[in-house]
């Protein structure tokens, strides 16, 4: 394909965080089935959410990206993504009306099955055998034959991710998105959480604003229609490649596995394969970004994975720990904005706050999360630039992996419901309450900015 690398010149470059398959044939054969099927997202909604993130690096719109740590072809169940997608939606309503700007939705979903890990083999009671590296390289049980890689695995993945997308597309075109239904959600865990009043009273403005945009003749379709779109770390070589497409269109290559595609903390490697197979990809891509970075290596990745400065190219993820992200972020914000580039800035307040029990649970603290997030905002009020969005890891089910919030859970409710592939998630419960957290955060800096420029309106004069 034009300007796309070839596998093998993207393996010599050491592609990092791989799998070693066993069996060449029966990988080459998945790869083949795969570049034989559809797409999974179109060129076109690459390019709409491209339009979009360029919203969240002017200003003008912030990014709601949220979903499962490690997706697994068990929970591919209308059940699971239904209460996934009710958790974002709840979320991005409240989001919405306080920033006064567009929340861009976009799910961790329909392809995050695939991990990096720190580690290539786990011992257990003296037995070692490969590490679990998501339901896309090998199983989770730790026996010999779960952790053998096995390529007809990343078929599965596009089976799943498939089923996933169509039944997403029919809930969000379908009504099960209505603004009025989401409202109803959120009342819900106002009334039945011991949330404080303020959020009781926010949750009031917002049911007084949708009553006044009926009774101006809002369309219904207005109400029930949301744009959503899907994102993962493009991790796998083979699937990423497998699936990547040249649009019709222009003649240029698109990554189809995805509409958003990111490059972790651990593949970032300015020589590295992912960062030349996605720098070749038309799409919208991320980066994450962790404590490490230096200001000169942020500003190689912008210069090389978004050469022309082209709005909505780029989103830097950061993951800093809340302990870090006051010192740590505002060199990179400086040294990117030093190029020129508006990119999108978004925090992830989940990858470095992780830490392990003594029963050997891993777990995040839910103050500590925000107390990220609130950080990230404090750097982005002093440098005068936008907190473009937030990652989350979250869940629309009822599990117990993350301490903290208005249930007040503690370490010893972690067994209760602990369902994880990899690392904790929020559950719904809690990721409603970081929505309100949010709220108060993007109404300050509402104040700090003076002006919206999404609502800028001249009066005409007849």
């Known amino acids: 394909m034009p300007n796309i690398p070839s596998l093998t010149d993207l393996h010599a470059l050491g592609a990092a965080q791989q799998p070693t398959y066993p069996d060449a044939a029966a990988l080459n054969d998945a790869v083949g089935e795969l570049r034989r099927r559809p797409p999974l997202v179109f060129a076109g909604e690459c390019d709409d959410l491209r339009s979009r993130i360029a919203d969240v690096a002017a200003g003008r719109a912030f990014l709601l990206q949220a979903g499962d740590c490690a997706e697994t072809f068990g929970n591919v169940t209308a059940v699971n993504i239904r209460n996934a997608l009710r958790v974002q939606l709840s979320m991005a309503v409240v989001l919405q009306y306080a920033a006064q700007v567009p929340v861009v939705k976009v799910g961790r979903l329909a392809g995050q099955y695939a991990k990096p890990r720190s580690a290539d083999t786990e011992t257990r ?5 490969p590490t679990y590296r998501g339901d896309a390289v090998n199983g989770l049980d730790f026996d010999a034959a779960s952790r053998v890689p096995d390529p007809r695995r990343l078929v599965e993945v596009y089976n799943n991710s498939a089923a996933t997308l169509n039944l997403v597309r029919a809930f969000v075109s379908g009504g099960f998105a209505d603004l009025r239904t989401v409202h109803s959600w959120n009342t819900d865990f106002v009334r039945n959480s011991q949330v404080e009043a303020k959020y009781e009273e926010l949750s009031a403005e917002i ?31 083979e699937y990423e490649h497998a699936l990547t497409r040249i649009d019709s269109r222009t003649g240029t290559p698109y990554g189809t596995s995805g509409h958003l595609l990111w490059i972790g903390e651990r593949t970032r490697q300015l020589d590295g394969a992912h960062v030349a197979l996605l720098a070749s990809l038309r799409n919208p891509i991320g980066v994450k970004l962790g404590p490490t970075t230096t200001p000169q290596t942020a500003r190689e990745l912008v210069e090389r994975l978004d050469p022309h400065g082209e709005p909505g190219r780029l989103t830097l993820i950061t993951r800093m720990g809340a302990d870090k992200v006051r010192d740590a972020l505002p060199p990179l914000i400086q040294a990117v904005e030093a190029t020129g580039r508006k990119v999108a800035w978004v ?10 029990t003594e029963r050997g649970y891993k777990t ?46 503690d370490e010893t409710d972690l067994a209760d419901r602990y369902e994880t592939a990899c690392d904790p998630r929020l559950n719904r419960n809690q990721g409603i309450e970081l929505a309100f ?5 993007l109404r300050e800096d509402i104040e700090r900015r003076g002006v919206n420029p999404v609502q800028e309106f001249t009066p005409h004069e007849l």
């Not at 990220?372 to 629309?396: Q, R, Y």
């Open 125 to 129: 009671d003296g037995v070692t055998l």
């Open 207 to 237: 049911e007084r604003a949708m009553a006044f945009m009926i009774t101006c003749g809002v369309s219904d379709d207005a109400l029930r229609i949301i744009h959503y779109w899907a994102s993962h770390e493009a991790l796998l070589m």
């Open 347 to 356: 925090c992830d307040p989940m990858h470095g706050n992780t830490y392990e």
């Open 364 to 409: 995040r603290a839910f103050p500590v999360i925000w107390e990220e997030v609130d950080g990230f905002f404090d750097v982005h009020a002093e440098l005068g630039t936008w907190p473009g969005g937030v990652h989350l890891e979250l869940t629309g089910n009822d599990v117990t992996e993350c301490v903290g919030g208005v249930h007040e859970l």
């Open 437 to 441: 957290y949010l709220a108060e955060r």
